[in-house]
Each structure stands twice: as C-alpha cells, then as structure tokens.
C-alpha cells in the first residue's frame, strides 16, 4: 500500500510541480501583462495629464473670457443705464420744449387776435379819419366861402366908404360955400 501511496503522492508531487509550473508561468504572462497594462496605463495616464493641462488652460482662458465678457457686460450694463437716464432726461426736456412750444403757438394766437383787433381798430380810425377828412373839406369850403363872402362885403365896404368919402367931400364942399 504504500508503493500506491507513493504513487499517488508522486502522481501528486508531478501534477503539484506541473500546476506550480503552470502557476508560473501564468504569474509571469500575468506580470507581463500587468506591466504591460502599467506601462500603457502610465502612457496613457500621461497623455490625459497632458490633455487635462491643455483642458485647464483653455478653462483658465475661457475663465478670462468669461471675467472679460462679464467685465464688458457689466460696462454695457453702466451704458445702458445712463443711457436711459439720458433718454428720460431727453424725453423730459422734450415734453418741456413741447409745453413751451404750445406756449408759444397760444401766444402766437393771442397776438394774432391782437394784430386783427389792431387792424380793425385801424380801418375804423381809418374810416374816422376819412369822415373827419370830409368835415375839415367841408369846413374848408365853407371857410373859403365866408372869405369870398367877406371879401364881396369888404369890397362893397370899400365901394361904400368910396361912396361915403366923396358925399362927404360934396356935403364938406356944399358947406364950405
């Protein structure tokens, strides 16, 4: 029995040592792999080192960008806002100038309304000035026939103290004989 045991154990010691063989043969092809494995992981590794510093600039430029843009916006925002004051300021003035303008379209009716007024106040001066035109005409003729009438009278006074001087002359004659 114990030549099968010896048996069995060096059937066991053979299929041990081919197992462990085996076993190290597979832990070297696994070794080989995992360095392998290693190398291309540290390969790759590096080359996502390299993108994620290539990624982390272009995040550091587009942060910049981004202070930038929102550094303009908030300076478009500035504009904007004093533009709309600007505009409100504008609008106001504007219904001023509005407000005046009609102040001075009413003035301008009113002075119109003046200036017809004027006018009708003129062409009755005017009228007067005519009917008082015809008067002083009037008054002229009659003056100018009271002339003529005073002098047909001083005349036919003259004629009569003509006429007075020689009777008396004739009356002074008849009583001087």
Same mark, same amino acid.
């Given at each position: ?7 069995? =154990? ?7 040592? !081919?197992?462990?063989?085996? &076993? ?5 092809? #696994? ?7 290693? !190398?291309?992981?540290?390969? +790759? ?5 390299? %993108?994620?510093? %290539? /990624? *982390?600039? %272009? ?9 930038? @843009? ?5 300076? /478009? ?7 709309? $004051? !600007? &505009? ?10 509005? +407000? ?7 003035? #301008?009716?009113? $002075?119109?309304?003046? =200036? #017809? ?7 009755? *001066? *005017?009228?007067?000035?005519?009917? &008082?035109?015809? /008067?002083?005409?009037? +008054?002229? +003729? ?8 005073? @002098?047909?009278? *001083? ?18 004659? @008849?009583?001087?004989?």
């Amino acid at each position: 029995t114990s030549s099968w045991k010896d048996s069995i =154990i060096k059937s066991n010691k053979a299929a041990f040592v !081919s197992i462990k063989s085996n &076993l190290k043969e597979e832990n070297d092809i #696994q070794s080989k792999v995992i360095k392998e494995l290693k !190398s291309e992981k540290d390969s +790759r590794c590096k080359a996502l080192e390299k %993108k994620l510093g %290539k /990624c *982390q600039l %272009k995040v550091e430029g587009l942060e910049m960008s981004i202070k930038d @843009k929102s550094s303009a916006l908030k300076s /478009c925002e500035a504009e904007d806002e004093r533009i709309q $004051k !600007s &505009l409100a300021s504008t609008t106001e003035e504007h219904g001023h100038l509005e +407000r005046a303008f009609e102040g001075l379209k009413n003035e #301008q009716a009113a $002075k119109e309304a003046t =200036i #017809q007024d004027m006018d009708i106040m003129v062409k009755d *001066q *005017q009228g007067e000035i005519l009917s &008082l035109g015809a /008067c002083i005409d009037e +008054r002229n +003729r009659t003056i100018e026939a009271k002339e003529a009438e005073y @002098k047909a009278v *001083q005349l036919e006074l003259k004629e009569e103290k003509g006429l007075l001087s020689e009777a008396y002359e004739e009356i002074k004659a @008849k009583n001087a004989f």
